[in-house]
């Protein structure tokens, strides 16, 4: 059933399912909550209470914002966690594996651990290289006609994103998120959100003191190099602070392509870190 929050005259939607140590799971732009289809309902069966969040622009949440930087988001999930009683784990997808790094970093007392699954974090360098990787330089172009507020674009992006084979519902969440983008505002707000820096939050890199998985697929179009993308967050955070998982085959979206890897390695990280 979907709730809302109101925080600073809109609202967030999202839904609790489940008893037991509170597991927050963000998605990134152009998703709804829906991305963690394939994932809620096993941490909930694991024996967690899982909140699923649409980010402010997306979803059911209100669709018009004035700024959607990660730090605006880390703002909303820290409410959340607060109306609903924490300590989390925080588990973001993309811009928000970065929302999730700032959460951490302004409040620990609410955050036991984070996830990352294929996180944007840190400031990209761009280097003309890159351009020899096809998948990547495919992929780049798809973003660039995203930012400037091509819904084709995006859609296109979306099919680079799932290399190989695409969850059983691709046609449908495909049709869905067509359906979402098409009203007033939200377009407009996924645009906004692939112009955002990630430089807020790879500033906060450092001053993350939870445990952190972050998680990479090989294929993820997004990087030349997914691997080294999470070895350099790894290292940017404490030593000791993070580790790296690589799922290969993956793209850009883990969670909904290779959910049974995906979900392994969160109830490995939960059974460690996750509290009431």
């Given at each position: 059933m979907t709730q809302h929050l109101t925080i600073d005259g809109g609202t967030i939607a999202y839904d609790v399912t489940g008893d037991g140590p509170l597991v927050v799971l963000v998605p990134g732009i152009g998703n709804s909550r829906s991305a963690y289809r394939f994932v809620a309902p096993?941490?909930?069966?694991?024996?967690?209470?899982v909140a699923t969040m649409d980010l402010r622009g997306a979803g059911e949440s209100s669709a018009q914002w004035a700024s959607y930087s990660r730090t605006d988001i880390a703002g909303d999930i820290l409410a959340l966690v607060r109306h609903l009683g924490g300590p989390a784990v925080l588990v973001g997808h993309s811009i928000s594996g970065g929302a999730v790094t700032i959460a951490a970093a302004q409040a620990p007392e609410l955050v036991t651990g984070i996830v990352?699954?294929?996180?944007?974090?840190?400031?990209?360098?761009?280097?003309?290289?890159?351009?020899?990787?096809?998948?990547?330089?495919?992929?780049a172009v798809k973003l660039v006609g995203t930012m400037?507020?091509?819904?084709?674009?995006?859609k296109g992006y979306l099919d680079l994103a799932y290399p190989g084979s695409?969850?059983?519902?691709?046609?449908?969440?495909?049709?869905?998120?067509?359906?979402?983008?098409?009203?007033?505002?939200?377009?407009k707000a996924l645009q906004k959100m692939t112009q955002a820096?990630?430089?807020d939050a790879g500033a906060q890199l450092g001053n993350v003191r939870c445990p952190?998985?972050?998680?990479?697929?090989?294929l993820d179009p997004d990087w030349?190099?997914?691997?080294?993308?999470?070895?350099?967050i790894v290292a940017a955070m404490p030593a000791?602070?993070?580790r790296l998982e690589m799922i290969d085959g993956a793209g850009h979206y883990p969670h909904a392509q290779f959910p049974d890897e995906t979900v392994s390695l969160m109830l490995t990280f939960l059974q460690a870190n996750a509290r009431a």
């Open positions: 096993r941490l909930v069966d694991a024996g967690y209470r990352e699954l294929a996180p944007f974090t840190r400031a990209q360098s761009f280097r003309l290289g890159d351009l020899g990787n096809g998948w990547y330089r495919k992929g400037l507020g091509s819904l084709s674009s995006w695409k969850p059983a519902d691709w046609s449908a969440d495909l049709a869905a998120t067509d359906t979402m983008l098409r009203e007033p505002g939200r377009m820096s990630p430089a952190a998985l972050i998680v990479e697929g090989t030349a190099d997914p691997r080294a993308e999470g070895e350099a000791g602070t993070a």
